[in-house]
């Protein structure tokens, strides 16, 4: 059973702007509903006049400030002038595009992390030893390049982008939405690799609690470039694990000037953070990540796959997931408690899953 070990990754908040697409319609106007539905905008404060598909001027107007969807777009010969417009009406309304700004649709989608080819356990096995190969290099730019749900505008459900939480002051709820998902990341990756999944343990979960509460009281985090050793050893010991170093918590961080964010955002911390664990990416954003040189560390990304050249590799663990903050800096916590500890009577003294 080998420590754990990290490097300071904190990560910077990457800040995404979303758009709540609730159309609003002028009642003048009937809709059109396109089979992949495009959006724009009306500039200004006052209504704005529409044409029909023969540049002739229409009865009706386009509400200021309003979000309709339209379903084309031609050039209409007015006055002998020609102008881009859309169309946003059944009856050829037509709306100048001097007028309008365009807006992206949403996209849902789950987050995935999937491993590219050439990213194996017996390459992970001597990148971990310290010694890559530059194809398994490659793999893993490659795995930071298309794995790619942070640093989109992509959230995972309309929810998670109305949804503001306090990383620092979590419910229940979300603390159990952020393990599962994070959980769920992991297991992606571990399946690509035939590994058995990691397990969702509320006796890891308290664990990972008490771990995030020992760094706040001590002040420590992810900018002190090191584990919080005593606190982990105390936080195990009052969950019935013997253990006298850090063999639990992987950690990765970043930084927040205000105190709420959307779930979406949190999402995609924590969805950064285990990248640049599995990948080895020593960068602090996703800017560097094609330059090989920021790809140097898969010690973490040992841990999480359980291949570490020991007689344990290829077994699972119980897992939890806490947060810790200190100023600005919000540490994450992936605690894991390896299957082979639970069972052992030499270092479960009272630990329950």
């Not at 297991?187 to 760094?215: C, F, H, M, V």
């Not at 080895?280 to 990540?289: D, I, K, P, Q, S």
Request: charged share 25%; with cysteine; proline share 2%.
């Amino acid at each position: 059973m080998r420590k754990k070990i990290t490097i300071a990754i904190i990560s910077a908040l990457i800040s995404v702007g979303y758009v709540n697409f609730n159309e609003n319609i002028n009642t003048n106007i009937k809709t059109v509903q396109a089979a992949a539905k495009k959006y724009l905008k009306v500039k200004g404060t006052k209504k704005v006049r529409l044409y029909t598909s023969t540049a002739k001027k229409s009865k009706y107007y386009a509400s200021p400030n309003k979000k309709y969807s339209y379903t084309t777009k031609k050039y209409l010969n007015i006055s002998g002038k020609k102008y881009l417009a859309y169309k946003i009406g059944d009856n050829s309304h037509y709306i100048l595009a001097k007028n309008t700004s365009l807006v992206k649709n949403i996209q849902y989608k789950q987050a995935s992390i999937k491993l590219p080819k050439g990213y194996t356990k017996a390459a992970l096995l001597k990148a971990y030893k310290g010694k890559p190969s530059s194809s398994f290099i490659k793999a893993s730019m490659k795995g930071m390049n298309d794995n790619n749900f942070s640093r989109t505008k992509i959230a995972e459900s309309k929810k998670d982008n109305q949804t503001k939480i306090n990383p620092d002051k979590l419910t229940a709820s979300q603390r159990k939405e952020l393990t599962k998902f994070s959980l769920r990341l992991i297991n992606d990756a571990r399946k690509d690799l035939g590994l058995k999944p990691w397990i969702y343990s509320s006796g890891a979960q308290k664990l990972a609690q008490d771990i995030a509460t020992e760094y706040k009281a001590d002040k420590h985090g992810i900018q002190d470039g090191d584990h919080y050793v005593a606190g982990i050893v105390r936080a195990c010991k009052n969950n019935g694990l013997n253990l006298d170093d850090n063999y639990v918590e992987d950690m990765a961080g970043f930084v927040h000037v205000n105190g709420k964010m959307t779930m979406t955002e949190m999402k995609k911390n924590i969805y950064f953070g285990i990248k640049q664990m599995i990948f080895g990416y020593t960068g602090a954003t996703e800017l560097n990540r094609k330059n090989k040189s920021y790809y140097r560390e898969w010690e973490h990304a040992g841990d999480l796959f359980n291949t570490q050249g020991s007689k344990h590799d290829g077994d699972y663990n119980y897992y939890g997931f806490s947060i810790s903050k200190v100023g600005n800096v919000y540490s994450m916590h992936y605690v894991s408690v390896p299957s082979f500890v639970v069972n052992s009577n030499k270092y479960n003294t009272g630990f329950e899953v």
